[in-house]
């Protein structure tokens, strides 16, 4: 009866459970990476379990490289960013809400491309005379793929904006004429007015500017403008005190975290005097931003239309000829971490959770035997819906007796293979015979998409969303439904279900793209998964070390992943992550 019921369950058994493992497991440790260095990256908080280990290795890239590849990219990002953002002007004169699509750039290329998008639209007007030049033009513009030169398909714009003339007309009449660049006009006055020393002005003009801020975020603001220290300059200490207080009042001043230009903003204002308690600043970078979906499908045609948007420039174009250096050191930590004396980083016990979990199938199967013995029971009689229904009490009875490990282990060999229908399962819930954690997916794994999708909204709310090990519904969602989890996974996200409960959980997005990485089949790329797990997690070194992976097992796949998703261009990482399981 056992041998029945492991064969019957094991293949699939092995699938979900064996494959991560059995398929990733690293085995290119060396002896000559036993040197604990210096350095130590990743150690904190509680060991992991006992008998595994985890290898930082050091590693040479084998790629084609030379010094022109570095400049080709930066001027191919730069001009893919400066196309799209012209024709988003566009999309703004369409009637797409500006703040969706500066959200969207800033989420796709950086917080200081979507502001360089706001200031460059912000001297746009529908009423002004060059309206329709300016339409014209961006109609006509094409994407040219030169990795040479940068191109200013944006800043070539500039010509048809609206611009002041004599400081000294009146507000009135370009206020009355162009209304929808008010923010402009008004700043234009604040200037003007601290050029003229004109105090009250000045005053008046920041509060009618605090009347336009409906958006702090992506509000340009007055303090990171090269124009106002050298007027500032010239006032008393008092004024300039005045001024700036005022300034502060009208929104946080954000910043690009990777300019870094809150120093320079920072050493400014203290040259004029300011105690550095008066101004603060809030670092703010593209994991902050969430992406549009109706932008995205603007993208997304223009990407169709201009396909060389996506294309990067690759060294044996650019290198040809030139010295190619193909061996270039990674500077990765040669570290050996032992469970005994090196803890892991809670990101990264996430990871070795998955790989190296406390119970192998076999040992599952075999406990959950031995506890069913107990009470003269099998797995056999479980195996139907009608004999789940049949034996119910019993089953209850079991549980109530199990910990928390020992019922999830026993649910999950019950559930592993069920074909179940929505009412079923409503029947099987409400018996209290069921998973009523991440491992309810178990149940709906096998219905399809629009079903699943129904019994999960259901249950949302009666269920938890992550099991004993930290598990949540979304990443069982990815680990045991490749088929359907790019539609459900977004799905999901949009709804509420939270990608995990704390650091040390699994990650879903690394899970994700672990199994792009080992996956052999050529089946499409999960883009809406994958784009929604990337707007809702922070990206940091388990994220580094899987697309490094991925760049050095399968190029093809990792240019597409940063193309399709800028914020996957991550740096190198400063040292390789490889988990070996002792079983």
């Not at 969303?465 to 459900?488: C, K, M, P, V």
Request: charge should be negative; aromatic fraction near 10%.
């Amino acid at each position: 009866m056992d041998r029945k019921n492991l064969l019957y369950i094991l293949p699939l058994g092995l699938l979900i459970y064996l494959y991560i493992i059995l398929t990733t497991a690293d085995t290119e440790s060396s002896e000559a990476n036993s040197k604990l260095i210096n350095e130590e990256p990743i150690l904190t908080t509680s060991p992991p379990p006992s008998k595994d280990k985890v290898v930082i290795e050091p590693e040479l890239t084998k790629q084609s490289h030379c010094s022109q590849l570095d400049k080709a990219h930066e001027i191919y990002l730069h001009n893919k960013i400066e196309f799209i953002s012209a024709k988003a002007v566009q999309w703004y004169f369409d009637g797409y809400d500006r703040y969706e699509i500066a959200e969207t750039l800033a989420a796709m290329f950086g917080y200081s491309a979507a502001m360089k998008w706001i200031i460059t639209i912000n001297q746009f007007s529908l009423y002004h005379e060059q309206y329709n030049a300016l339409t014209q033009n961006i109609d006509s513009l094409s994407y040219h793929s030169d990795f040479s030169k940068h191109s200013h398909y944006l800043t070539g714009l500039s010509r048809y904006q609206y611009t002041h003339g004599d400081h000294a007309q009146p507000l009135d009449q370009p206020l009355n004429q162009l209304p929808d660049i008010a923010m402009y006009h008004w700043s234009e006055a604040l200037n003007n007015a601290l050029q003229d020393k004109d105090i009250d002005g000045a005053i008046t003009a920041i509060y009618k500017l605090k009347a336009l801020v409906t958006n702090p975020t992506f509000f340009p603001h007055p303090i990171k403008s090269s124009m106002l220290y050298p007027s500032l300059s010239f006032l008393s200490q008092p004024q300039v005190t005045q001024i700036i207080t005022a300034l502060l009042e009208l929104s946080p001043i954000y910043v690009d975290s990777k300019d870094h230009h809150e120093k320079h903003y920072g050493v400014m204002l203290a040259n004029l005097g300011l105690e550095k308690t008066l101004w603060r600043f809030t670092k703010i970078n593209s994991n902050d931003f969430k992406i549009d979906p109706v932008i995205t499908v603007l993208i997304e045609q223009l990407s169709s239309a201009y396909p060389s948007l996506n294309r990067p420039p690759i060294a044996k174009n650019i290198c040809e000829n030139q010295i190619i250096n193909n061996d270039i050191p990674l500077n990765v930590a040669p570290l050996t971490v032992k469970n005994s004396t090196q803890p892991l980083t809670p990101i990264w016990q996430g990871a070795h959770s998955l790989f190296c979990p406390k119970q192998t199938f076999m040992s599952k199967f075999g406990s959950v035997n031995n506890h069913l013995k107990r009470f003269n029971l099998s797995l056999d009689d479980f195996n139907t819906y009608q004999a789940l229904q049949k034996n119910s009490g019993e089953l209850k009875d079991v549980l109530d007796q199990l910990d928390e490990s020992q019922r999830a282990s026993l649910l999950e060999l019950i559930y592993l293979n069920k074909q179940l229908s929505p009412s079923e399962i409503d029947v099987l819930f409400n018996k209290n015979i069921t998973p009523t954690d991440s491992n309810f997916y178990l149940l709906v794994r096998r219905l399809p998409i629009d079903q699943q999708k129904d019994i999960l909204l259901k249950y949302q709310h009666r269920l938890d969303n992550f099991d004993y090990r930290q598990i949540s519904l979304i990443t069982n969602a990815i680990t045991y439904n490749n088929n359907d989890s790019d539609e459900l996974v977004s799905f999901l996200i949009s709804h509420g279900f939270a990608l995990k409960p704390s650091a040390s959980a699994p990650d879903p997005l690394w899970l994700q793209l672990h199994l792009l990485q080992i996956e052999k089949t050529h089946q499409a790329l999960p883009k809406k998964a994958l784009q929604s797990l990337i707007e809702h997690t922070q990206l940091d070194e388990i994220h580094v070390n899987i697309m490094y992976k991925i760049k050095q097992s399968n190029i093809e796949l990792y240019n597409t992943l940063v193309n399709e998703f800028p914020k996957l261009l991550l740096n190198a990482p400063q040292f390789l992550m490889n988990i070996q399981c002792e079983s």
